[in-house]
C-alpha cells in the first residue's frame, strides 16, 4: 500500500492497493474526530468518525487510527478504488462544542 | 429529495454588488452552518444557527449576513462583494447540534466569483 508519513497535499495509489492519509490535529482538548470525502464539484461526505476514547475503529474498507499522544489521525482506506479518488478532510472539536475545525486536505488520485 | 440544497450552483458578479445564496435542508435538523472554502480546500466555518439562533459567528467581515426564516432554511447575504470574496460556500446541518457527534449534512456548494 501507499501511506504518507506526514501530511502531504496529495497522494496517488495504484488501484486496489491499501492508502493512509495522515492528518496532525492542533487541539489536545479535540476529543471527536472526523473523515470527510470530497469529490470534485460537491459538498463533503461523512465517512468515519472517532472519538478520544477509541484508537481505531474500522468501516467498510475504512478504518481511522487515533494516536493522542502525539496528536495524530489516519484514514486507511483498503483495496483503494477509482471511486475513492477525492479530497480527504480530516476534522477535530470537542463534544460539548458546536464547531469543526477542519485540517488541510488530502487529494487522492487513484491510478488505473 | 435532496438533504441539503443550495442556490445558487454558481454565482458570477461585480465587484460592490450585493448577493444572496439560499440554503435549504429537509432532513429535520436543528442546526445549519455556512462555511467557506477557498481556492486551496481550506475549509472553514463562518457561522451557526441552532433553531434560528445565532451560536457561532466567526470572525468574518460584517459585509456577510447570515438569515435564518425557518429552522430549514439559512440564507447568506454578502453586500459590497469583494475580488476576495471568490470561494466555494457550502451550507450544513446537523440533527441536535448541542454536541458535535450529529454528523454534518452538507450541500452541493456554491461557487462565488466576483470580478
Known amino acids: 500500500g501507499e501511506s504518507v508519513g506526514l501530511h502531504l497535499p496529495t497522494l496517488s495509489v495504484q488501484e486496489g492497493d491499501n492508502s493512509i492519509i495522515n492528518c496532525a490535529y492542533s487541539n489536545s482538548a479535540s476529543d471527536y474526530f472526523i473523515w ?4 470534485s464539484g460537491k459538498g463533503p461526505q461523512f465517512i468515519i468518525d472517532i472519538r478520544s476514547n477509541m484508537d481505531k475503529r474500522q468501516g ?6 487515533l494516536n493522542k499522544t502525539v496528536k495524530h489521525l489516519s484514514l486507511q482506506i483498503a483495496a483503494t478504488q477509482p471511486g475513492d479518488s477525492a479530497v480527504y478532510f480530516c476534522a477535530e472539536t470537542h463534544l460539548n462544542d458546536y464547531k469543526l475545525s477542519f485540517g488541510a486536505g488530502t487529494t487522492v488520485t487513484v491510478r488505473a | 429529495d435532496t438533504a441539503v440544497s443550495q442556490t445558487p450552483k454558481y454565482l458570477v458578479t461585480q465587484m460592490g454588488n450585493d448577493k444572496s445564496i439560499k440554503c435549504e435542508q429537509n432532513l429535520g435538523h436543528d442546526t445549519m452552518y455556512w462555511y467557506k472554502q477557498d481556492s486551496k480546500k481550506f475549509l472553514k466555518i463562518m457561522f451557526s444557527y441552532n ?10 467581515p460584517n459585509r456577510f449576513s447570515p438569515k435564518s426564516p425557518d429552522k430549514a432554511h439559512l440564507n447568506l447575504h454578502i453586500n ?3 475580488l476576495g470574496d471568490s470561494a466555494v460556500y457550502f451550507c450544513a446541518s446537523s440533527q441536535r447540534g448541542r454536541s458535535t457527534a450529529d454528523t454534518q449534512y452538507f450541500g452541493p456548494g456554491t461557487r462565488l466569483t466576483v470580478l
Open chain 2, 51 to 60: 433553531n434560528k439562533e445565532l451560536i457561532i459567528n466567526e470572525t468574518v
Open chain 1, 60 to 65: 467498510q474498507r475504512v478504518t481511522v487510527l
Open chain 1, 36 to 39: 470527510y470525502k470530497q469529490e
Open chain 2, 80 to 82: 459590497s462583494l469583494e
